[in-house]
């Protein structure tokens, strides 16, 4: 899967760009650059195992990963899961919606604005998101979309017009966002 983007850089630029399954070039760049830098930095994500994220994707089809690709250098990824989850919004299990949820949400460091201001590329998660918000859509979950945020992203997905129900006791306190319907 191939979408053309344009892709916005830090000084306002648009560049074209793609969403598209992630592939083993993108694990591999994600693991030698990306993650040295993570590392370094400290960053939440620095010892997430992408790799594992691609096996799961490649090989479990209720799994499916994408990046952001500019100059075929990934410049984001996204790891979601569309067959498991409902919405978390009230009634009975039984009876909420399916929905798409984001197990992972990763931009590369250099696109973090906290660590390069400005960032190399712009909006590279919200593009994402809203790519994933059209996938639910496709999936007939009428653009529903649920996660549980690391605390350092939680003004992010704020940004995003997500609505946020709170710390989830399950998910260690994690805060639960949800898109409803498009």
């Known amino acids: ?7 916005s850089t830090g000084v306002g630029a648009l560049v074209p760009g793609l969403i598209c399954t992630m592939s083993q070039e993108h694990l ?3 693991e030698t650059i990306w993650q040295g830098i993570l590392l370094a930095l400290q960053e939440p994500d620095k010892a997430w195992n992408w790799e594992y994220k691609l ?3 490649t090989n479990e089809e209720r799994f499916e990963a ?3 690709e500019v100059d075929t250098l ?3 990824g996204i790891l979601i899961e569309t067959q498991w989850h409902r919405s978390q919004l009230d009634g009975p299990l039984s009876s909420r919606p399916p929905l798409v949820y984001v197990e992972y949400l990763a931009t590369a460091p250099w696109n973090r604005k906290p ?5 190399f590329y712009k909006g590279i998660g919200g593009t994402l998101m809203a790519f994933v918000r059209t996938r639910s859509a496709e999936l007939g979950f009428d653009g529903r979309v649920g996660l549980h945020s690391l605390p350092e992203a939680d003004g992010f997905y704020r940004r995003q017009g997500m609505p ?5 006791p399950d998910k260690d306190g994690l805060v639960y966002f949800e898109y409803g319907t498009l």
């Open 28 to 30: 591999f760049q994600i």
């Open 74 to 76: 990934a410049q984001g």
């Open 164 to 168: 946020n129900y709170g710390p989830d």
């Open 1 to 7: 899967m191939q979408l053309p983007i344009q892709v």
């Open 66 to 68: 994408y990046v952001v």
């Open 115 to 119: 660590l390069e201001n400005p960032p």
């Open 55 to 57: 096996r799961l994707a």
